[in-house]
């Protein structure tokens, strides 16, 4: 059974950085596309970033220059470096993986079979 379980969320102020991680278990398909999504209350779900088994990646454009993702296979976990951050990245940030390669033109749209439960990012001004 595939387990995701993201970690590294917590409080900072504008201009400070966190980096998320997400362990990943019981995954082991060679293909795969792996996203960081963030909801805020009110707002809609939306794509931050993806990566996939290849090593292509992929960011919401609000993100770009400040928030890195990568990959550990060895420790089969994800991340994603965010510096600059400001209080708009407010949000529950939630790992996903999906057995295909992402497709660059609706992983945005958050069509992954398996998700984490999440892991809260406060920024204050």
């Known amino acids: 059974q595939v387990q995701l379980v993201e970690s590294g969320g917590g409080s900072v102020q504008s201009g400070g950085s966190l980096r998320l991680s997400c362990a990943a278990s019981?995954?082991?398909?060679?293909?795969?596309?792996m996203g960081w999504f963030r909801q805020s209350p009110g707002k809609e779900r939306e794509g931050v970033a993806a990566i996939d088994s290849e090593g292509n990646t992929n960011y919401v454009d609000s993100v770009k220059g400040r928030f890195t993702i990568s990959q550990d296979n060895a420790k089969n976990t994800l991340y994603l470096q965010m510096n600059s951050l400001k209080p708009d990245d407010t949000a529950m940030y939630y790992c996903?993986?999906?057995?295909?390669?992402?497709?660059?033109?609706?992983?945005?749209?958050?069509?992954?079979?398996?998700w984490g439960q999440g892991t809260q990012v406060t920024v204050s001004s």
């Open positions: 019981g995954y082991t398909y060679s293909s795969y596309c």
């Open positions: 996903a993986a999906d057995p295909e390669l992402c497709g660059w033109y609706i992983w945005h749209l958050g069509y992954f079979a398996y």
